[in-house]
């Protein structure tokens, strides 16, 4: 997700601002901030991050940034265990009430649940979500243009038909065996929403500006000239919490700024740190930081479809071999994150034990180019602005690639992007040459790497002979993979990977394909980043849980 913090990464995913901007957005929130702190219920809990998405509606989007949100606002038949690394636990559905077998998955739901306006949440309600989300016979259709590329993934490409007949029950027959399945129903974009508000809207785009969920908060004002969000707490929740009286996210596009607000209690958490912000947050007697072993990746992708140069494996190959990625983990990163040779971080089922980093060899890189007389490349690398947590430095990270590649006679041009929606927007039509990018997982599963971001999700028969990519025009193309590639051999393991239920047989599909990545270079293969949260002393800090997969929980958060 996206950032996808959950990424994907989907994902996750941002806002930038001069210091001019940054200190106004800062002022013009701050005020609204400082008089709602301690109010009833618990008090006001305010989240501070990169970017103002204006769109709320789960089903429009890959940004975590959205799904920060959203995760307050809607439940998922299944949920991650808060602070785990993936472990699934009762959302909508009852505990334990759910099964898998076969082309088959059954869940029963809870009965006492309601949605934000008063009604009650059934199974019909579920069906009108999927609908919406993925069947062009259906009258409220979202629309191919509007739903994002989790449509497909999620549910589109796996579910033939469902089952609401009974009230409490949903029943899904699967196109095919598929192991992921339960793991994508906890995944943000598979949100159930109001079957009473999709019938009502005529426009099923504005759902994004007023959603409503049955989740622990409910959306209470948009305010995009401010750039903030405000969700009130929903007393009739039928899970934990909340233990505040609402949530603002309020927006500060420089993680430095972003840091100090923590630091002098205008906000209480915040994410998407570098490493000198996160030295603030550390020197500081008023903060803390909270991390943990993300379950992430950052990479930057080679469009096949569009740059001609890069259909040559020698010059992929050459490109990592010429980049320092050691150089920027250690040294722009520093020690946020880990230098990788495959798309699986640590803890995830498939990574290959075997791969290691590419090395920085440029004397190697060059003879590989002569070889595949390519010495005179240009080509454009677009970045976005701000931090992720996969990339906390992107122009650093871009002017150390653009440095790296001159070494060898390459030129880069960088086209940085101000805001992280029409970056988004601009790499998912393929207008790049080539770009950063990053995820994080929406359901720790390897599927949701190898399959959702490398894999074109294209018939077989699509791909010509002797080639190993393919336009993203091409029918059923999903723009999740912005490098066009489609090696057959890759996408032939990542299927067989998710249509089985052997855990062994997935794990050493998934090594292969792993390794095949490496191999094919379709993407520098950068970084795993840490998980890093910084959270102001008005937290219990107890009360907040770093989670690598889902989240953030704020309805267990206490402010003292």
């Keep these: 997700m996206a950032d996808g913090d959950n990424g994907m990464e989907r994902r996750d995913f941002l806002k930038t601002a001069g210091a001019a901007t940054a200190a106004a957005t800062t002022t013009a929130t701050a005020g609204c901030i400082s008089s709602l ?5 618990g008090g006001s809990l305010v989240y501070a991050r990169g970017d103002h998405p204006e769109n709320y509606d789960p089903q429009q989007t890959t940004s975590g940034e959205v799904a920060k949100v959203t995760n307050q606002i809607f439940d998922q038949l299944i949920q991650f265990q808060p602070g785990s690394g993936g472990q699934l636990s009762d959302g909508l559905a009852k505990s334990d009430g759910w099964t898998l077998s076969g082309t088959t998955a059954t869940l029963e739901l809870k009965e006492d649940v309601t949605f934000h306006d008063g009604s009650d949440f059934t199974a019909a309600d579920v069906k009108a979500t999927i609908r919406r989300f993925t069947d062009e016979n259906y009258q409220y259709y979202l629309g191919t243009e509007n739903a994002s590329g989790y449509a497909g993934f999620t549910f589109g490409n796996w579910v033939d038909s469902i089952d609401a007949s009974s009230e409490y029950t949903v029943e899904f027959t699967l196109t095919q065996k598929y192991a992921p399945f339960l793991r994508n129903l906890a995944m943000f974009a598979a949100a159930i929403l109001s079957q009473d508000q999709i019938t009502s809207l005529d426009d099923q785009t504005a759902l994004g500006t007023d ?16 750039q903030r969000v405000r969700l009130a707490a929903n007393d009739d929740y039928f899970g934990d919490g909340p233990n505040v009286g609402e949530v603002i996210f ?3 596009g420089q993680n430095s700024s972003r840091a100090q607000d923590v630091v002098n209690g205008d906000s209480h958490i915040t994410d998407n740190l570098g490493a000198e912000s996160s030295t603030t947050i550390e020197e500081a007697d008023t903060a803390q930081i909270k991390s943990k072993p993300g379950i992430n990746t950052g990479y930057m992708a080679f469009n096949m479809a569009r740059k001609e140069a890069f259909r040559d494996r020698r010059v992929r190959r050459a490109i990592s071999l010429a980049v320092n990625t050691e150089a920027i983990v250690n040294d722009i990163y520093q020690g946020f994150a880990v230098q990788t040779g495959q798309p699986l971080p640590e803890g995830v089922m498939g990574r290959n034990p075997n791969v290691e980093p590419y090395p920085t060899d440029k004397e190697q890189a060059q003879s590989l180019l002569e070889e595949a007389g390519q010495t005179d490349i240009e080509f454009e690398l677009a970045t976005f602005s701000n931090p992720r947590g996969y990339n906390p430095s992107p122009i650093q990270t871009a002017n150390q690639v653009k440095s790296d590649l001159e070494e060898i006679g390459l030129s880069v041009n960088i086209n940085q992007f101000s805001t992280f929606s029409s970056y988004l927007d601009y790499t998912s039509a ?3 040459d080539a770009c950063f ?3 994080y997982t929406d359901n720790a599963d390897p599927d949701n790497f190898l399959y959702v971001l490398l894999d074109p999700k294209v018939d077989m028969d699509a791909v010509p002979d002797g080639q190993d990519w393919v336009s993203f025009d091409t029918e059923g193309y999903s723009t999740l993979n912005v490098g066009g590639w489609a090696n057959t051999e890759y996408m032939q393991l990542v299927r067989d990977g998710q249509s089985t239920y052997d855990e062994a047989t997935r794990k050493q599909k998934y090594q292969q394909a792993s390794k095949l990545a490496h191999d094919e270079a379709p993407w520098i293969f950068v970084d795993h980043a840490k998980t890093i949260r910084a959270i102001n002393e008005a937290v219990v800090s107890d009360s907040f849980t770093v989670s690598s997969v889902g989240g953030p929980y704020l309805e267990l958060v206490e402010l003292q």
């Design 37 to 41: 702190t301690g109010g009833s219920g």
């Design 211 to 226: 959603p409503i969920g049955t989740g622990p908060f409910s959306f209470d004002e948009l305010d995009n000239s401010n």
């Design 250 to 252: 309020k927006t500060i």
């Design 430 to 432: 393929g207008n790049h």
């Design 437 to 439: 990018l990053g995820w």
